[in-house]
């Protein structure tokens, strides 16, 4: 029985790719290219467009689009950088753009902060957007379909839900709140 598990074992290991079982302390990433493969734990610089699945640690984008799955960490987006998360970000982000598809928390620092889902922190930029808001928006265009607990200081305040002087107002200057 105990050969036939470690048979087992070794047979499942020989078989899974290594990429898929290491993290890498260090990657390179550039357009189809990530040297090396695998999830990174520690420090990534993405040239012109790179994809990763999983960051955590400090991610550096030069030039294009840090394009990631799942980010913790600190994410900076050098000479128009964009750094894109698809599923979860969590940590500090400065970019010409930070783009979350899916969740967010911390704070995003660029002239575009764009996240679809719930965003619980700060966006500080031109134009802020999060599908739900739990905390600050602070630029020129604040925009939100609901702010659960949060404010928007900019010259243009919208929430679709509504605005602190009415559900009916979506639009609303300088400050919105909703606590």
Do not use: C
């Amino acid at each position: 029985m105990k050969m036939k598990l470690a048979s087992l074992i070794v047979s499942a290991a020989l078989l899974t790719p290594a990429a898929a079982m290491a993290n890498t302390p260090v990657q390179l990433s550039v357009p189809g290219v990530n040297l090396p493969a695998g999830n990174v734990t520690g420090v990534r610089l993405n040239a012109l467009y790179g994809h990763t699945a999983s960051v955590t640690g400090v991610n550096f984008s030069l030039l294009g689009l840090s394009d990631i799955d799942t980010f913790k960490g600190l994410n900076f987006g050098l000479a128009f950088g964009v750094n894109r998360t698809r599923s979860m970000m969590t940590g500090l982000e400065f970019g010409l753009a930070n783009w979350n598809d899916g969740n967010a928390k911390g704070a995003d620092f660029g002239a575009v902060n764009y996240t679809a889902g719930n965003f619980t922190g700060a966006q500080f930029g031109t134009f802020n957007y999060a599908g739900t808001l739990n905390g600050l928006q602070f630029g020129l265009v604040n925009a939100t379909d609901h702010i659960n607990k949060g404010i928007q200081i900019g010259l243009i305040n919208y929430d679709k839900s509504g605005t602190f002087v009415s559900k009916s107002l979506p639009v609303f200057p300088i400050v919105n709140a909703r606590f």
